[in-house]
């Protein structure tokens, strides 16, 4: 079933919405549907039970291209959420219990296994793969072919075949309006963190103190929001943050 909003708008071209089993389909306004895309059918998870209701719900001013798929929740104490203008590019999949936020672009053939979270003005490159319950933190660049098993923190870019952290998302933070001054913070904190010249020397959790106690750093708000996006993949039921690499003296 598919229930509609107050001046609910959108615009389906030859695609699905929505199918027969227990639950709905919640589409707000604006959103333009393409040619053969599937939105709102069951789940593809064998924990899923044909008398469990399942839900979906779209926000406003989404653009969600032809071929894409996005499946409702996997049972009715959850749900799969895309929020407000998002631009789905064609045979993206995004599954059970994914949550969208924001001002997102996802590139084609982007495929989000369940419980995936995507944040805010997240960027995606075609044919990336993130695997069930990561996290993509906002701002954050994905290279193409990425295959993403850990969590993105906010403000990174990850690439690889086996993702792995290549930098902050310098190009991005530049077109959204970060200031010089905090990408140049961001760039000094990252770089204590994942780029010390002995990384064994001293824990992840010892870096990431010292940053939270630099005199000048820790005044930057973008710079803490990174730092406590870190902390947050290292929190019970997390999947910790890709790999990063270390350089050394050699």
């Known amino acids: 079933m598919v229930k509609s909003k107050a001046r609910m708008w959108w615009l389906l071209l030859f695609g699905a919405v929505g199918d027969d ?125 990425s295959v993403v098993s850990q969590d993105v923190p906010k403000y990174m870019m990850a690439a690889g075949e086996r993702a792995e952290l290549r930098g902050l998302n310098l190009v991005g933070l530049t077109r959204c309006g970060f200031s010089v001054a905090e990408i140049r913070s961001m760039r000094a904190a990252y770089r204590k963190i994942f780029m010390c010249v002995d990384a064994n020397a001293v824990s992840l959790e010892e870096r990431l103190a010292e940053v939270e106690q630099h005199e000048e750093l820790v005044h930057v708000p973008a710079m803490r929001a990174m730092l406590q996006s870190i902390r947050n993949s290292f929190a019970e039921n997390r999947r910790g943050i890709c790999k990063f690499r270390h350089w050394n003296a050699s």
């Open 21 to 145: 089993h227990p639950g709905c389909t919640v589409i707000g306004s604006n959103n333009t549907i393409g040619y053969h895309a599937v939105i709102g059918v069951k789940c593809q998870d064998m924990k899923y039970k044909p008398e469990d209701e399942c839900y979906l719900e779209v926000g406003h001013n989404n653009d969600i291209r032809e071929h894409s798929s996005i499946h409702r929740s996997s049972k009715s104490t959850d749900r799969t959420v895309i929020g407000n203008a998002n631009f789905i590019m064609g045979s993206c999949h995004i599954t059970h219990d994914c949550k969208i936020g924001n001002n997102n672009i996802l590139a084609n053939n982007t495929l989000l296994a369940g419980h995936v979270e995507v944040e805010d003005y997240v960027h995606t490159a075609g044919v990336t793969v993130v695997h069930q319950f990561s996290h993509l933190g906002s701002f954050s660049f994905l290279g193409g072919g």
